[in-house]
T-cell receptor
Framework: GENVEQHPSTLSVQEGDSAVIKCTYS??????FPWYKQELGKRPQLIID?????GEKKDQRIAVTLNKTAKHFSLHITETQPEDSAVYFC?????????????FGTGTKLQVIP | DSGVTQTPKHLITATGQRVTLRCSPR?????VYWYQQSLDQGLQFLIQ???????AKGNILERFSAQQFPDLHSELNLSSLELGDSALYFC????????????FGPGTRLTVT
C-alpha cells in the first residue's frame, strides 16, 4: 500500500521567515496531494492541493511543489505569521480499482515565534 | 464552518461498551469518510462510503463498523471498547465518489475509561 513520510515532525521559525515541509510517497499511482492545517482542538482544513499533472501551485503566501519522478511534494509558507502556527498534514490519494484511497502523513507541528 | 456536522461532541464511556457516532455530510456531498486521530497522532483513515455503499477501507478494526443511510448521514459503531480506542473521530465529506476535496466535521472526542 501507499506510504507517506512527512518531515520535519516539528518546526520553529521566526515570524516573517519561510517554512518548508516535505513529504514523500511510495506509490506512483497517487495522483492528488492535499495539505491540511489543523489548529489545536479544531478540525483539519484543506489549505492547498496539487494534482499529478501540475508541478507547482501558489495561493498567496502558500505554495506547493510536486516532483513526480522523485515522488515528493513540499509545502512552502512565506512571510510566516503567528496564526500560521498549527499542525500541517500532507496526504496522497490514488484511485485503486475504483476505490479512492487516501494516506496521510504523520503531521508537522509548526510554531511561528513572534 | 465546513457544513459537516458530527454528534455527539464528547463521549465518555467504559471499556467493553458500545457507542455510535453520527455524521451528517455537507448538503449535496455523497461521500463520507471516517478518520481516527489519537492524542498527538496523525489521521488514520478508517472507511469511506459513497451514496450508501462502502467504497474503501483503511485500518478499521473488526470491532468497528459503519454505514451510510439513504439520507446520506453516516454512523460509526465502535464496540467492545478498549482504552486505546480513546481518540478524536472525524468525519469528512466530499461531493463525488472519487473526488478529492474533503471537508471535515468538528469531530467527536471519545474517552474510554
Amino acid at each position: 500500500g501507499e506510504n507517506v513520510e512527512q518531515h520535519p515532525s516539528t518546526l520553529s521559525v521566526q515570524e516573517g521567515d519561510s517554512a518548508v515541509i516535505k513529504c514523500t510517497y511510495s506509490d506512483s499511482a497517487s495522483n492528488y496531494f492535499p495539505w491540511y492545517k489543523q489548529e489545536l482542538g479544531k478540525r483539519p482544513q484543506l489549505i492547498i492541493d496539487i494534482r499529478s499533472n501540475v508541478g507547482e501551485k501558489k495561493d498567496q503566501r502558500i505554495a506547493v511543489t510536486l516532483n513526480k519522478t522523485a515522488k515528493h511534494f513540499s509545502l512552502h509558507i512565506t512571510e510566516t505569521q503567528p496564526e500560521d502556527s498549527a499542525v500541517y498534514f500532507c496526504a496522497a490519494e490514488m484511485n485503486s480499482g475504483g476505490y479512492q484511497k487516501v494516506t496521510f502523513g504523520t503531521g508537522t507541528k509548526l510554531q511561528v515565534i513572534p | 464552518d465546513s457544513g459537516v456536522t458530527q454528534t455527539p461532541k464528547h463521549l465518555i464511556t467504559a471499556t467493553g461498551q458500545r457507542v455510535t457516532l453520527r455524521c451528517s455530510p455537507r448538503s449535496g456531498d455523497l461521500s463520507v469518510y471516517w478518520y481516527q486521530q489519537s492524542l498527538d497522532q496523525g489521521l488514520q483513515f478508517l472507511i469511506q462510503y459513497y451514496n450508501g455503499e462502502e467504497r474503501a477501507k483503511g485500518n478499521i478494526l473488526e470491532r468497528f463498523s459503519a454505514q451510510q443511510f439513504p439520507d446520506l448521514h453516516s454512523e460509526l459503531n465502535l464496540s467492545s471498547l478498549e482504552l486505546g480506542d480513546s481518540a478524536l473521530y472525524f468525519c469528512a465529506s466530499s461531493v463525488m465518489r472519487d473526488s478529492y476535496e474533503q471537508y471535515f466535521g468538528p469531530g467527536t472526542r471519545l474517552t474510554v475509561t
